[in-house]
């Protein structure tokens, strides 16, 4: 063993001493630190839970952080392949590879190396969080298992345990123990152990680093002095022999150890020291045969929580196939939870991990546990009784299964997957932060260890087959770094520190990037993060100044990369792109100094990027989130708008700006000149506090055109809006066109803009210019809206003097202007006297208005003898009056005047106020566009309530006298009013009615259901519906018989004398037939039909005309119809006096007309009579048809070859008939034939299972031993223990016999009942097989057997399409013409997507 490690450390001495590190915790560095108690260690984790300590994570300290350009200029060592010094040490020749199953997944197993070519890390997660994780090699430790290998036979490695310490096992049983600079310190064990133990199959360090456990291949434990080398105990009895150890763990007691077996057993190894003989006691805490453990884990607490309540139980975790157990080991053995896994793929590899975890500011240890795609997390709490309790916390849902699972830290757990892919994430948020593939680790898998195949193989198929991806010695964690051993290296993962996050973003030129994930580090908002410690000011600052230097280096790469001299929308698109980075970030991070010097200094070298530049402070500016600008910064961005002519964005950044530090009159002369009316406005107003020389200057520019009477351009009307808006806001106190105005100025502003309105004349005014310009103009251009103004401004002012003062002087001005000025028109002067009307009827009114003027407006409104703008006049008194204008004038003379003006809506809005409902019905009458209303006029006040009895009768009355022009308005709202209210008055109204046409479109809007008035509000009598029949038969005489079909309250006696008077056949023989006189109604049918044929039949061809051949088809169709209808209610002698009589009639043409005639419709009347004799067959026997063929003259006079098509016709039908019932008949009974040999064929077939394992229990069938458990195999291949099957409640007993379901397959699982799975296939059993008794039940085997026969049919059955037919057929032999089959039509085998006919389209033409 000496020369071995003479060996190895002379392998060491030629190895680069730069080839790679890891950092551990060792015993001097733990000692050093503080100790914490838990509750003080709670309380740092309340204030400080969003900080995490390097110290966790031994992470280096930098006393001089790297720079910018050193991070960009060195060399990514991650990147570079392992290469060894000496080429010899690649030579595998000699390395046994065929003893153990030692390979990796990705190498060899899986015998696909195209995912190898993947990409390492996920483009969306990277480009959001970074490299989260940095895989590095351990080059020296590598290197020399490797050499080991080659020159010491040592052997693959198998396990691997980290501390502050590196233990790596190999499959010929020896241990290297590597310090942490990767230098050999022990090789312990030799050859001859590992050919007498096996290989190393697990491996354990307790936690001072002072003892290590080695686990072996045949069973064998072994207890090594990691300070001395020297082997301390060699144990082989602790458990049963011939299993492999697959777990070996110290716990945090070094005189307490656990091991686990292949036997799926656990046991508790107690290390003791008796007179100076060190012994070994082993005690069983779990038996493989109540079923296997296959993964164990102790809990482990750091020194600073040594003293957790916790502790002392002594937690220890296992996972076997079906289940999750907790037990305490300490102070006595007990189980304090089981928690069963459920259904899952029994190739999973069940996974634990625990770890101290700060929830609701207490640290308490949190438990991992997975199997497939899902962990659960479990939070294990200490009460103050000394219970433990287990709380179920948030799961984590994946997409891939799991072989592996570590915590990194309390907030980031790092998985590995079945196809080697590392997947960090945030258990929090459960984000994915990256994902790494790392098939080039080559990882070792136990899976000859979980088959045990060094003594022999006898393990359970269920743990050789979890085995399968089993790499539990693989992995080793310690001080938040996670190490990897393959076939010929070892690996260490680490999280990256937030700066080397960052500086490896800025080595892969992925600047854009790197600024996010450094504002995330700022902002707080970053995942994983580590090295950003302190109070949150002092991270920000550290951060920040990181940022700076980046977007320094960011502006001088823009800058440098800049596109050569070509197309300058190359070159813009290029800086658009990038500029805007540099200014949102100097904004995030409230640097103007940086962003207005520096960064503007460099962008203006570039015309094109000052320009972008420039055009990215809008948005800010706009949003008011830019403050402090310079003054050179703002006029080169006015510059730079104006030369690019980007008009509105200029106007909308100046309304945003401090213009008192630019030339205040170059802006405003450039505002003018580009017509930027809003900038020019605040320029005036926030730069010099002038506000009345903008509406000088926009005043000039309306006025001229609107007091010559021109129409204003569109640029002139914006102007004008802008204007009208301007005065509200000054008027209001606010500033234009945002804010407000300063509250000491209020006052002094609104005085100022009233005295400009009521100038008596402009500045510099010519002479002709009419007095108030001003007012005039605004009157001129919107009146409504300028006197809205007003009404806004009137409701501000405060009541003292100077306010009504002002009021009053503004009032009277308007009166002057418009009333002694013909210019204006009805509609102008309405809005004027519409607003004085308002402010007059306020309660604290102080105005005066001389109410003569009001009686002006009124003759000026009302006036006859001006018929233009009638409604406009009328629109505008009523708004007035409806303002409280009514006040001002005389009501008699009012309504006196509306009348003579035809102002009905005048009229309607005074009666109302009088309550004289009635002469609003005479308002809507004469109003010629509102007369349809009155209906509903007339129904409120008589249906709802609040009217009195008296206004109710007048209405009611007034409807009565006007109920004829009620009528004529609309006949359907007058039906449905008076069906409602006036119902008892219907007779006499009908007797009042004149107008024989308005009394027929009255009735039938009254009694046509189809019209939609409610028929059980009437109650008349039979008379006025024949009365209206008989009005129908007059102005409509197509519709009676659909009429009839629905109206019932009449009698038939007298309607049929009405539409028999009318010569009206159909309906006369719907009627007749109602009454049940089938003969009287056949008679008028088969006259109606000979009249028509009479005149086909005529000498006259001329008269004849191709319609009425369709009309005597028709009509012969309706007569057939109608015997049809009967013939099944009548007897023999009754169905011949039906049909003979209309066989004659088709017959006797051939009679009477001669042969020129009848020559031309000859084929025409025989297949009408041919129509005739194959519907008649169905109700008149063959021989009689044939006799009375026969004894008509016609055909009795020998002549045979004439009724020779006939009598062919009729036998042709019945061999017809009769061959498709023989053939039908043949088909069924094959298809009977068929169903019962499938049937038998499926049920006696033999079973042949999937597999030789229960599907509930996972357990082999053989193993079990219970002499009352049975074998249950079902035709699906599913096999089951009996007793398994029962404790699921799979067996239904009948009869004394257990009928068995598969629990996989059955329709109970599913969330049905065995019944109901029968029920449905009893529904979706084809009818061909219905003729087995839906009283039996068939057994679970039958049943999938019948169900596997139901699916061969792949459509609807023969007896299911004949049935179909046959019902169809029938109904239609019945001639049940009016019943409705809407509900057999859903249920039609027609309707089945598996019956209906699919076309393609045709084959295209191909062109010669």
Known sequence: MAKMEDEMKMETENLDPDQGSFSVTDDSSQQSSPKLSVTELSKELETKSELIDDKEFDIPQVDTPPTLESILNETDDEEEPFVLEDPSLLNIDNIDTHSYDTSSVAS????????????????????????????????????????????????????????????????????????????LRLCLGSTAVGAQYG??????????????????????????????????????????????????????????????????????????????????ESRCLFSGS???????????????????????????????LTKILVIGLKPSLKVWMTFPYGRMDPSSVPLLAWHFVAVQTAVN??????????????????????????????????????????????????????????????????????????????????????????????????????????????????????????????????????????????????????????????????????????????????????????????????????????????????????????????????????????????????????????????????????????????????????????????????????????DIQQVVLMCWENHLYDAMIYVYNSGMNDFITPMEKLFKVIAHPLSAGKSLSDEQVIMGNKLLVYISCCLAGRAYPLGNISENLVPLVKNQVFEFLIRLHSAEAPVEEEVYPYVRTLLHFDTRE????????????????????????????????????????????????????????????????????????????????????????????????QAGGIVQFEESRLIQMAEKAEFYQICEFMYEREHRYDKIIDCYLHDPLRKEEVFTYIHNILSIPGHSTEEKQSVWQKAIKHIEELISVSPFKAADLISIHFSDQIEQIIQNLEDQYLLFQFLKSLLDPREGVNQDLLQLSPSVTEQFIELLCQYDPEQVLETLKFLESYRLEETIQIVQKKQLYEASS?????????????????????????????????????????????????????????????????????????????????????????????????????????????????????QRILQDPVYGRGKLGEIQGLVLGMLDSFNYEQTLLET???????????????????????????????CICLQQYKRRQETSDQIIVFSCGHLYHSLCLMSKECGIESKGQIRWTCFKCSASHKGGKLSEASSELKRRTPVSLSQTSSESLLDPQQAQAFDQLCRLYRGTSRLALLTELSRDRGGEKHGLLHVSQGDSALNSVFQNETFQLHLTPPPPLLDD
């Open 365 to 662: 240890p949190v438990l991992a546990f997975c199997r497939g795609d899902v962990v659960h997390f479990l939070l294990v709490k200490r009460d103050d009784s000394g219970a433990i309790h287990v709380t179920k916390q948030k799961q984590l849902h994946l997409h891939y299964d799991l072989i592996n699972f570590t915590w990194i830290n309390s907030r980031t757990v790092v998985l590995l997957d079945s196809v080697e892919k590392l997947h960090v994430i945030d258990r929090q948020t459960q984000e994915e932060l990256e994902t790494v593939e790392i098939s080039e680790v080559q990882l070792v898998y136990n899976s000859s260890h979980f088959k045990s195949l060094a003594t022999g193989g006898n393990v359970s198929q269920a743990l050789a087959l979890v085995g399968e991806k089993a790499c539990y010695q693989s992995i080793s964690n310690c001080g938040g770094q996670i190490f990897y051993v393959g076939t010929k290296s070892v690996h260490v993962m680490t999280l990256r520190s937030w700066r080397e996050r960052i500086d490896h973003l800025l080595k892969q030129e992925c600047l854009n990037e790197a600024l996010a994930l450094a504002w995330s580090f700022h902002e707080g908002k970053a995942k994983a993060v580590v090295g950003l410690s302190g109070e949150e000011q002092k991270r920000k600052a550290v951060v920040a100044d990181r940022m700076v230097e980046i977007l320094i280096h960011y502006a001088d790469r823009i800058m440098k990369k800049c596109p050569e001299q070509g197309k300058i929308q190359v070159m813009e698109q290029y800086f658009q792109d990038m500029v805007p980075v540099i200014v949102d970030y100097c904004l995030l991070l409230q640097r103007m100094d940086l962003l207005f010097s520096q960064m503007y200094d460099k962008m203006a070298e570039n015309s094109v990027a000052k320009g972008v530049f420039l055009e990215c402070l809008e948005p800010y500016i706009i949003s008011d989130k830019l403050v402090g600008m310079t003054a050179q910064i703002m006029k080169d961005l006015l510059l730079h708008f104006q030369d690019k002519n980007l008009m509105a964005n200029m106007e909308a950044c100046i309304v945003h700006m401090d213009v008192t530090s630019l």
């Open 1070 to 1186: 719907y009627l007749l037939e109602k009454k049940e006189d089938i003969h009287s109604a056949f008679l008028v049918m088969l006259e109606f039909l000979q009249r028509k044929l009479s005149i086909l039949t005529s000498e006259d061809e001329s008269s004849v005309e191709v319609p009425s051949l369709k009309a005597i088809e028709d009509t012969l169709a309706k007569t057939i119809a109608l015997c049809q209808r009967n013939s099944h209610k009548l007897n023999q002698q009754q169905r011949e006096a039906l049909w003979f009589p209309l066989l004659e009639a088709m017959m006797s043409p051939k009679r009477s007309s001669s042969s020129t005639v009848l020559g031309h419709y000859s084929e025409f009347l025989k297949n009408l009579t041919m129509q005739v004799l194959n519907n008649m067959a169905a109700f008149i026997s063959l021989p009689l048809i044939l």
């Open 290 to 320: 109540k079923g296997e453990v296959c993964c164990i884990e102790p809990l482990h607490a750091k020194a600073e929580l040594r003293d957790h309540p916790i502790t002392q139980y002594s937690l220890l975790a296992m996972a076997s």
């Open 108 to 183: 060899s197993d899986s015998g696909d190396r195209t995912h190898l070519k993947r990409k390492k890390k996920l483009r969306d997660s990277f480009s959001i969080h970074g490299s989260v994780i940095r895989l590095s090699l351990l080059k020296g430790i590598s290197a020399q298992i490797v050499s080991a290998a080659a020159k010491v036979d040592a052997g693959l490695p198998t396990a691997i345990a980290a501390s502050s310490l590196i233990a790596v096992g190999t499959s010929h049983g020896l241990a290297l123990i590597f310090d942490p600079n990767q230098a």
């Open 199 to 280: 290989a190393i199959s697990a491996l354990s360090i307790n936690n001072d680093c002072s003892r290590l456990l080695c686990g072996f291949a045949k069973g064998q434990i072994t207890m090594w002095d990691l300070a001395s080398g020297k082997l301390l105990r060699s144990i082989t009895d602790a458990h049963p022999p011939g299993t492999a150890i697959l777990h070996i763990k110290f716990t945090d007691d070094p005189t307490l150890a656990i091991c686990n077996d292949s036997g799926g057993s656990v046991f508790e190894l107690s290390f003791k020291r008796v007179m100076g003989v060190r012994t070994c």
């Open 1224 to 1254: 039908t008949t043949n088909l069924l009974n094959h298809d009977l034939h068929w169903s019962l040999r499938n049937l038998k064929a499926s049920v006696t077939r033999g079973l042949n299972p999937k597999q030789d394992y229960c």
């Open 786 to 881: 300028f006197l809205n103004v007003l009404a806004l401004t009137f409701e501000d002012f405060k009541n003292d003097k100077q306010a009504v003062e002002y009021q009053q002087r503004i009032v009277d001005i308007l009166l002057k202007v418009m009333v002694e000025n013909s210019d204006f028109t009805p509609s102008q002067v309405g809005c004027l006297f519409t607003f004085l009307a308002r402010q007059l009827a306020k309660p604290n009114n102080t105005l005066f208005v001389n109410r003569t003027l009001f009686d002006q407006v009124l003759e000026f409104l009302c006036s006859p003898d001006d018929d233009s703008r009638h409604s406009e006049r009328q629109q505008v008194l009523l708004e007035l009056l």
